[in-house]
């Protein structure tokens, strides 16, 4: 069983219709009960919006002890929201994550959206993007380096540890797109919206045992 963590934020259906996409055989179940997520085999916690109402959100759910918990126990993918709420802390509000991993979340600098050619970019950066990996993980297997994936966020992770960063993009300077750490992988970006490469991702993480 997959469990799509519900806690009342997040575009779950989508996330749910994908992986049933690439797993049709596994027991996608999106739920807000605690004792299904502990009992699923893998969990997926999404994510989009704002910052301090997802936090609120699970909070106000009671279900931020079991996040807790299964995150540091079965393969875990984090998206979007899902990724940030990792942290320590973000900016925006600011807001104190689940600090499961060292490091905090930015917004993009408006005076560093500027291009060579004195073009300017817009926050939040919507659309798709390459993604550089950072190193082999069995979430990348069978996806091109330098594949295109869907974002739509205006803040991003700074990990304190270098060492958790598996995928950076551009925009226009290198940002932290994805991380991994153990049983957890996370992206910035949306898999469940970007096509081929995204549903490659989320059948290799129905596949993970989660082992990097």
Not at 72 to 92: A, H, K, N, T
Not at 99 to 127: C, N, Q, S, Y
Request: hydrophobic share 45%; net charge neutral; charged share 20%.
């Amino acid at each position: 069983m997959i469990a799509v963590i519900d806690y009342g934020m997040g575009n779950l259906r989508s996330v749910a219709k994908a992986l049933a996409h690439v797993a049709p055989e596994a027991r996608i179940v999106v739920t807000g009960d605690a004792a299904t997520i502990r009992s699923a085999s893998r969990v997926v916690l999404p994510g989009q919006a704002a910052m301090p109402d997802c936090i609120r959100c699970i909070d106000d759910s009671g279900l931020r002890d079991v996040v807790l918990e299964v995150v540091r126990e079965r393969p875990f993918l984090g998206i979007c929201l899902g990724l940030q709420m990792l942290f320590e802390e973000s900016e925006e509000g600011p807001t104190r994550g689940l600090g499961v991993l060292p490091g905090t979340v930015r917004r993009f600098r408006d005076e560093a959206m500027i291009l060579p050619g004195g073009g300017r970019l817009k926050v939040p950066h919507m659309g798709w993007s390459p993604v550089r990996q950072a190193g082999a993980h069995p979430l990348w297997r069978g996806i091109a380096d330098g594949e295109r994936f869907y974002f739509a966020h205006s803040y991003c992770a700074v990990p304190a540890d270098p060492g958790v960063v598996a995928g950076t993009t551009e925009y226009p300077a290198p940002f932290t797109c994805a991380v991994a750490q153990a049983n957890i992988f996370a992206t910035q970006f949306h898999p469940e919206k970007s096509h081929r490469a995204g549903l490659q991702l989320l059948a290799n993480f129905v596949a993970w045992n989660g082992r990097p």
